[in-house]
């Protein structure tokens, strides 16, 4: 075999998955399997703790420590999860869902179907994500459901901006004007052919997004946007930690270190997926 073959082998061989992508796939399973069954991981109730054993330091018997009230901190992390995950899928699926209309409508119709739904991209895009979410966050009330419907809409442009662009590009390929010339319906080709591919491209933004709906719901709970305690939300974990902070910094490390995994980690998997795509 000569050294050019061997070069081509070992290219057309796929690239070694690395160690980050490994550990971002181990955070991910934990916070997954936390979210399912989070009694699996502990057998203390998140809600009610033993007063004797308050402001207790990270120990054996207590990996993150106690909070005020006596209440493992780990504990209330694991079932924190549930809402955090739920909340956060439910936002990306509104942002989606939403993005999906406008950027393919947009991208394949144009003209001035484009440049209505274009000017409402840019106006979306134009105002602060976070400060977008607050907004519909006090028009709606305070709730996680409404935390993720906030947050899902505050991230409808993005999803537009990038279906739509995608779109532009498969429609000008050539199996996409076969389909059209041989008497293929508009909305039909739209659905079979246009919008399969598209979503190619959009995975990995979807994880990405996940992980930013994560730290933005938490910090609508910080505000107290969210459920109200004894609840053991992420955000609010940490909003009831900072009065503690500096006598008993793990009430904030602990929590803070979890959110912080995560979206690192899923950083960490929308990269990897949009190399391998």
């Not at 009610?48 to 120990?59: C, K, L, M």
């Not at 995950?85 to 179907?113: E, K, N, P, Q, Y």
């Amino acid at each position: 075999m000569t050294a050019t073959a061997i070069i081509a082998e070992r290219r057309a061989l796929p690239a070694p998955r690395s160690v980050s992508t490994v550990l971002a796939v181990l955070v991910v399973a934990v916070i997954t399997a936390w979210a399912i069954v989070p009694g699996l991981f502990t057998g203390q109730d998140p809600y009610v703790g033993v007063t004797a054993d308050n402001f207790q330091g990270p120990s054996w018997e207590h990996l993150f420590g106690t909070d005020q009230f006596g209440r493992d901190i780990l504990t209330r992390v694991i079932f924190g999860t549930r809402s955090a995950v739920s909340t956060a899928l439910l936002a990306v699926a509104i942002g989606l869902l939403a993005g999906s209309v406008i950027g393919l409508v947009a991208g394949f119709f144009g003209r001035w179907v484009d440049a209505v739904l274009g000017r409402v991209i840019d106006a979306l895009l134009a105002i602060p994500g976070f400060l977008l979410a607050v907004i519909v966050m006090v028009s709606l009330g305070f709730a996680s459901v409404n935390a993720a419907i906030a947050v899902g809409i505050s991230s409808v442009a993005v999803f537009a901006r990038l279906i739509r662009s995608e779109t532009l590009r498969v429609k000008h390929t050539a199996f996409i004007e076969s389909s059209l010339l041989i008497g293929g319906g508009r909305v039909v080709v739209l659905f079979r052919h246009v919008l399969p591919n598209v979503y190619r491209s959009v995975l990995a933004l979807a994880v990405l997004q996940f992980g930013l709906a994560i730290i933005n719901i938490s910090a609508l709970a910080f505000l107290g946007y969210g459920n109200p305690p004894p609840a053991p939300d992420w955000g609010l974990l940490v909003a009831e930690g900072k009065n503690f902070f500096y006598r008993y910094p793990w009430f904030v490390y602990a929590p803070g270190t979890v959110m912080v995994l995560s979206v690192l980690a899923l950083g960490q998997l929308s990269r990897q997926i949009g190399r391998d795509r």
